[in-house]
């Protein structure tokens, strides 16, 4: 897709007003440990491979999506607009910040939808979780573990889609 003029149109703005992106706060009762924080956000990764990637620009105006080999960076919130998939975020399409005890996830939809962007949050969150202590049961959390076994995967698909819809689909012509 051409990009416009000036080959630099954002549509991932990271607190940008009217940005395409989904928002999640996770307030905690103690204070935020930025290194756990970061070393979460990075394990939760290797769940959502696909969020691994990092937008490029070609030589013919076409975004490309290449791996991102460069580790996930937590920021200090700073309220400043922040290109998602740019150096600003390490690549990636979307931004782990926190202040004090509150985590903030801000994810481009292109990336995932509301559902996804929360999923990685709850990996997220397990992961910093148990790092601190807490024992939390993964039955239906995207762990490293489990979305390596397939039939796990299927089974927490299969649980999330209603009944309802599955008749509905199967009533199309």
Request: hydrophobic content about 40%; proline content about 2%.
């Amino acid at each position: 897709m051409k990009l416009g003029n000036a080959d630099m149109m954002y549509q991932y703005l990271s607190l940008g007003g009217k940005a395409c992106t989904f928002e999640v706060t996770y307030t905690l009762k103690n204070k935020v440990d930025v290194v756990l924080l970061e070393k979460a956000c990075n394990t939760a990764l290797d769940a959502f491979p696909l969020w691994k990637l990092r937008p490029y620009l070609t030589e013919d105006h076409h975004v490309i999506f290449k791996d991102n080999k460069e580790a996930a960076v937590v920021y200090e919130a700073d309220g400043k607009h922040v290109c998602l998939g740019t150096d600003d975020t390490n690549g990636y399409l979307f931004r782990v910040m926190y202040k004090d005890n509150v985590i903030k996830l801000i994810g481009f939809h292109g990336l995932s939808d509301a559902r996804g962007i929360m999923s990685y949050g709850t990996s997220l969150l397990y992961y910093y979780l148990t790092s601190i202590g807490a024992n939390i049961d993964t039955t239906d959390i995207y762990t490293v573990e489990n979305t390596r076994d397939v039939d796990a995967v299927t089974e927490l698909l299969s649980e999330r889609c209603s009944k309802e819809i599955v008749e509905d689909i199967d009533l199309l012509p």
